[in-house]
């Protein structure tokens, strides 16, 4: 194999794992229940994972580590008094 080659299937492996990681971030928490569970189901190297277990138990959020979501931490906005704007000709 040429060096050129291997660094194509790196970067390939390397955008799917990113593409991947972004795809598990974004997707509902209900879809990532359904997906920890069935991979504990499939894979029995996994059902030990506590992260799996912990994932597939979890209530709701998106799992991005915050706890706004669902712990209801998320503040309303302050509204602050308008400004209006002035426009201004040039010279």
């Known amino acids: 194999m040429t060096h050129r080659l291997i660094e194509a299937l790196l970067v390939y492996a390397l955008v799917a794992l990113c593409a991947a990681y972004c795809l598990w971030i974004?997707?509902?928490?209900?879809?990532?229940?359904r997906a920890a569970a069935w991979l504990m189901t499939r894979f029995t190297g996994l059902r030990d994972s506590r992260a799996l277990?912990?994932?597939?138990?979890?209530?709701g959020g998106c799992s991005s580590g915050c706890g706004g979501c669902s712990k209801g931490g998320i503040k309303p906005i302050r509204?602050?008094?308008e400004?209006?704007?002035?426009l201004v000709k040039r010279r």
């Open 26 to 33: 974004f997707l509902p928490a209900g879809l990532k229940r």
């Open 53 to 59: 277990q912990a994932l597939a138990r979890q209530q």
């Open 79 to 81: 509204r602050v008094g």
């Open 83 to 86: 400004h209006p704007i002035k």
